[in-house]
């Protein structure tokens, strides 16, 4: 909404920018003779203003040579009086409750948009007789409108949009008759419209918008013959639309939606030709459309989605050639779409999802050359995908699903090669998926063309798409196999290749993608084993249906398993595990039982020789079975792990060794969770830091090949905040990770070390955590791996002797393979972990971010604040609802580290931000918290100095959730 506003601000402002030059150059350039009351005025006003802010009117200063109607923002008339004062977008923080207002009686124009001026608007404005414009939107304002605005008798431009400022609207503003500009939007103002307002009848614009307003749309709106401009949006409006508007015969723009208007449209609206805009979603309006809508060829955005409209389209729609925007879904609207709309050459977006429209897809869509968004799911259309469609070539979004289409896909659908969302579930389309739709370069992200009746098999060119996120091919007739080449869609989210004819094996490549949610793949005929590469990756896996198939053997143990429902692998007769509804894999006492059977049963025929062949060959079958699988320990065991780098692996494993006269105490630099850190210095000079790992508990690594192909993921990591990853080694008795050896020491000790916190400063404090969430944002997001850490934690946070901040540790929680499968091993460093994300399936990239923001509070306190955290995480409802009140009292300044004396200058904003980001990311709800990438974006934006604010902010402050 505010775009049009900014619009309309904008050019008020160059107005008044050049009115201020006009006057500057005419009136100022006589000798004026100084006021001094007027300039003591300005000067008191400009010493209430925040320190920094005084700095930015340098001019004001009666120690200049300047004339003070030359003072930046100030204007004189030509009796040398202050006329306009323009301080729009200057960053000005203060309040007007030493602006001393009857000392400026020439006051034509007072502005002060975009700034962040707080506190009333002082009543005291209604002494200046003369002002007839007055711009204070976009600050912090708070109190009430002031109902002396109502003595401005010469007032004409009121703006104070985007403010705080709340109650009612002064009925008194109604005699401010020359008003003809009304902008109060985005404040929290509450009841009526005034019904005084029929009294501004020269009010052209109107804009109440994103407030509180309740009651009905005043009948005496009507009245007002000038409007053009009628913004109501966002409120709580009820009642119906007035038919008085239908007399507003210049109005331009009529905008109501998110309100809870009913009952029908007047049909008197179909006197408003000149209608631009007709914006009425969201609301609860029946009947039909205005007549004549686009009669003047004018309109070019119509909304009026969400109602319970009925009835046909306008006729005079059908050639609207300005109609750029159209939003018509969620009604009952009807009619034969084939012949509602012609050729719209402007059209952009066009909705019409979820009404009654019925016959074919009309070819003239390919003919609206801007149509990058066509939507017209849940209708009755019926035929076929005409090919002319392609022809609209800037489609980016097309959207026709659930409906009753037939014939085939059309082939050259990807001429409108900007496509990112193809959407045709739900039709009767048969015929192959032609493989033309995916050529090289594809932009498409989603891909849904389940619930038809195509047949055929997947073609391999879907690995063309790289951009794929989600590919749904589930409910049709689908077969063959599972195309080898899908690993390549490395951005694949959701794969639904559910009820088809699939066949063939599910392929192990699918346990591997690193972004893969959801996976269905039930109902079809895949046969064979489930691969174990599922789930022992730091899997993103949240969802997998593998029912009803032909699966057998044993249903993996590892993470993306461990609490999958039954319903998600029934129906597969030859599964095996401990899982619910399966029978055990081979376990010596079903074994047991089986020969019991045996036993039983084979004398019942009479044959105890028998009996004990098959006893015989059961015990050997039995002996060669954990002969495998002990084989299959030793293969693991003696394929040591020499993977240092640029060195020969087992000559440095052997140095380490003798360097570190097999890890003697005294080379022992640290101990973390995992392990024991060792300084180790080479013969050549080169001095390492090794961090011998605890032996890992299960023994074994699940699956060498991923893993070593993390190892050599975290290898090449080069970024300035995570520490060089040399090697690692391993063979049966060690494993340990060979690092860059950095001397600054660790952040836990910096905290601890009373002399050492004093000497890391607020500004060093604040580097450190920018560049943890730097690492932290490349490693989610930036860099080809996508790692999640898992336990960051002051203890790993290392420095070198520039105090630059490097995160260790990655991967480690890995290759104590205490994420592969069994979950109660967690033991991420107490207090930083999310114990609520840890235990459920959850766990992805925001136990990294709520450490993230456990780490930053400790930075800034100066110590692991538990009273504070354990407030934070017995919260673990949606919200910080439930926080104890006295939290929210909390002021920011008592609980920052008080070692250091108290931030200043430029850190304090940083201080607060950060705080608040960090409050952000200790959310346990994990879809309120913010990715590491918004956090490390916001961190590296500049601020603004307002210390005012700082001394009284508390903790509540910072928390203010953001609804959306
Ligand atoms: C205008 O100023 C006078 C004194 O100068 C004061 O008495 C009066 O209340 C003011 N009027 C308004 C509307 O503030
Ligand atoms: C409308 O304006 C007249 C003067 O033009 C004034 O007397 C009257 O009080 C105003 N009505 C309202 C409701 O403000
Ligand atoms: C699906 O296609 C087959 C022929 O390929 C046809 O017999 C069947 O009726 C179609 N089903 C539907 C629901 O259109
Ligand atoms: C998987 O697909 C089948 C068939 O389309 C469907 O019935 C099932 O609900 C889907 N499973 C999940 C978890 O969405």
Redesign the pocket.
């Known amino acids: 909404m505010s775009y049009s506003q900014a619009i309309s601000s904008l050019s008020m402002h160059l107005a008044a920018a050049m009115a201020l030059l006009v006057l500057a150059s005419s009136s100022c350039s006589t000798t004026a003779s100084l006021s001094n009351d007027e300039v003591a005025a300005l000067l008191r006003w400009k010493a209430s203003l925040q320190n920094q802010s005084q700095s930015l009117l340098p001019s004001w200063d009666v120690g200049s040579n300047q004339s003070y109607c030359n003072w930046t923002g100030i204007a004189c008339d030509n009796t040398s009086s202050v006329a306009y004062i323009i301080l729009n977008n200057v960053g000005l923080t203060g309040t007007l409750l030493s602006f001393s207002f009857?000392s400026f009686p020439h006051l034509v124009r007072f502005e002060l948009h975009n700034n962040s001026f707080y506190g009333s608007v002082p009543?005291?404005i209604?002494?200046l007789s003369r002002l007839y414009y007055i711009d204070f939107s976009k600050n912090h304002f708070t109190g009430k409108v002031p109902s002396?605005l109502g003595?401005l008798r010469n007032l004409q431009c009121l703006y104070l949009s985007d403010n705080k400022l709340s109650g009612t609207i002064p009925q008194e503003l109604g005699i401010s008759t020359l008003v003809w500009d009304l902008q109060l939007s985005g404040n929290n103002l509450t009841g009526p419209i005034p019904t005084s307002i029929l009294n501004l009848t020269n009010l052209t614009n109107l804009y109440l918008f994103s407030n509180q307003l309740s009651g009905p749309i005043p009948q005496e709106l009507g009245l007002l013959r000038s409007l053009k401009k009628l913004r109501l949006p966002l409120n709580n409006l009820v009642g119906s639309i007035p038919h008085s508007l239908g007399n507003l015969s210049s109005l331009t723009e009529l905008v109501l939606f998110n309100n809870r208007l009913s009952g029908p449209i007047p049909s008197e609206l179909a006197n408003l030709t000149h209608l631009q805009a007709f914006l009425i979603n969201n609301n609860k309006l029946t009947g039909h459309l205005p007549q004549n809508l686009c009669l003047d060829g004018s309109l070019t955005t119509l909304g009026a989605s969400k109602n319970n409209l009925t009835g046909n389209i306008p006729k005079s729609l059908r050639n609207c050639n300005s109609l750029i925007r159209v939003r018509l879904e969620n009604n009952r609207l009807e009619g034969n779409l084939q012949e509602e709309f012609g050729v719209l050459p402007s059209l952009d977006y066009m909705d019409l999802s979820y009404n009654r429209f019925r016959g074919k897809l009309s070819e003239k869509w390919g003919l609206s050359k801007n149509l990058t968004k066509l939507v017209i799911s849940n209708n009755q259309l019926t035929g076929n995908i005409p090919p002319d469609l392609a022809a609209a070539t800037k489609l980016h979004f097309l959207d026709l699903s659930s409906n009753h289409l037939v014939g085939e896909i059309p082939k050259n659908l990807r001429e409108s090669g900007l496509l990112f969302h193809l959407n045709l579930s739900n039709n009767e389309l048969s015929g192959n998926i032609p493989t033309e739709i995916f050529g090289t370069q594809s932009r498409l992200q989603n891909l849904d063309l389940a619930a038809n009746n195509l047949t055929g098999s997947i073609p391999r060119e879907i690995a063309n798409c790289e951009n794929l996120q989600n590919l749904n091919l589930g409910e049709n007739r689908l077969a063959g196999g599972i195309p080898f080449e899908i690993e390549k869609l490395q951005f694949l989210q959701s794969l639904d290749l559910g009820d088809n004819n699939l066949m063939g094996e599910i392929l192990s490549q699918l346990g591997k993608m690193p972004r893969l949610e959801k996976l269905n793949l039930s109902h079809n005929m895949l046969s064979g084993s489930i691969p174990s590469s599922f789930g022992d990756q730091p899997t993103s896996l949240i969802s997998i249906d593998i029912s009803y198939n032909n699966l057998k053997g044993p249903l993996p143990n590892t993470k993306a398993f461990v609490d999958v429902p039954y319903e998600a692998y029934r129906g597969n007769n030859g599964l095996c595990g401990n899982q619910k509804g399966l029978i055990p894999c081979s376990s010596p006492e079903v074994r047991t039982k089986t020969k019991l059977v045996l036993l039983v049963v084979v004398p019942l025929v009479g044959t105890l020789f028998l009996s004990l062949i098959v006893v015989g060959i059961f015990q050997f079958l039995r002996k060669r079975v954990i002969l495998k699988a002990e084989s299959e320990i030793q293969v693991v065991q003696n394929e040591n792990l020499f993977e240092i780098w640029s060195y020969d692996g087992k000559i440095v494993y052997e140095n380490i060794i003798e360097a570190t006269e097999d890890f003697n105490e005294k080379y022992c630099i640290g101990r973390g969770g995992y392990g024991t850190v060792y300084k180790t210095k080479f013969s050549s000079g080169l001095v390492v830091a090794v961090k011998k790992t605890h032996p890992s508990q299960d023994g074994n690594l699940v699956d060498l090949k991923s893993f070593r192909s993390e190892i050599r993921a975290l290898r090449e990591t080069q970024h300035r905040n995570i520490i060089k990853l040399y090697g690692f080694c391993s063979d049966s008795r060690r494993s340990f990770l060979v690092y860059e050896f950095l001397k600054g020491g660790s952040l836990e000790n910096k905290l601890r070390n009373e002399e050492e916190a004093l000497r890391f400063d607020w500004h060093k404090r604040m580097n450190t955590i920018k560049g943890v969430a730097s690492g932290l944002c490349y490693m989610h997001h930036e860099c080809s791996c996508s790692v999640i850490h898992r336990d960051i934690s002051s203890k790993n946070i290392l420095f070198d002797s520039e105090c630059v901040a490097h995160i260790s540790d990655f991967g480690t929680a890995r290759l104590l393979n205490l994420h592969s499968s069994n979950w109660t091993l967690f033991a991420g460093t107490f207090g930083y972990a999310a114990l609520e994300l840890a235990y459920t399936m959850e766990v992805n990239a925001k136990l990294d971010v709520y450490s993230f923001g456990i780490l930053t509070l400790e930075v800034l306190m100066g110590k692991n604040q538990c009273d504070l955290i354990s407030s934070l995480s017995s919260s673990c409802s949606s919200s910080f609802s439930s926080l104890p009140s006295t939290f929210y009292g909390i002021l920011l300044k008592d609980v920052l580290d008080n070692r250091l004396p108290p931030p200043e200058d430029q850190v304090v904003e940083e201080i607060v931000i950060t705080t608040k980001l960090a409050l952000a990311c200790v959310n346990t709800d994990p879809h309120l918290q913010p990715s590491m990438k918004q956090v490390s974006v916001e961190l590296s934006k500049l601020r603004p100095f307002s210390e005012s604010s700082f001394h009284t902010i508390t903790l509540g402050q910072l928390l203010d959730i953001n609804c959306i």
């Open positions: 009857s009543a005291q209604g002494n002396e003595s």
